[in-house]
């Protein structure tokens, strides 16, 4: 199973798409289970424009 997660500013100047093509570029980072030698999913971290407090997680269906 492949989860793709975002961790987006919740109260940043501009809204952030749950998608890779958000427009402040997340960087994407894989996740990997070095037990099971195998990939589990993607991490993507988006930039917030200013500085946020207040960051969430969210899986994308
Ligand atoms: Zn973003």
Do not use: F, N
Not at 12 to 23: M, N, Q
Not at 25 to 37: L, S
């Amino acid at each position: 199973m492949h989860k793709i997660v975002h961790v987006r500013p919740v109260d940043d100047a501009v809204g952030h798409e749950e998608s890779v093509d958000c427009l402040c570029g997340p960087t994407g980072q894989g996740v990997h289970v070095a037990a099971a030698d195998r990939s589990v999913g993607m991490i993507y971290h988006h930039h917030a424009l200013r500085p946020c407090h207040e960051w969430e997680a969210s899986a994308e269906a």
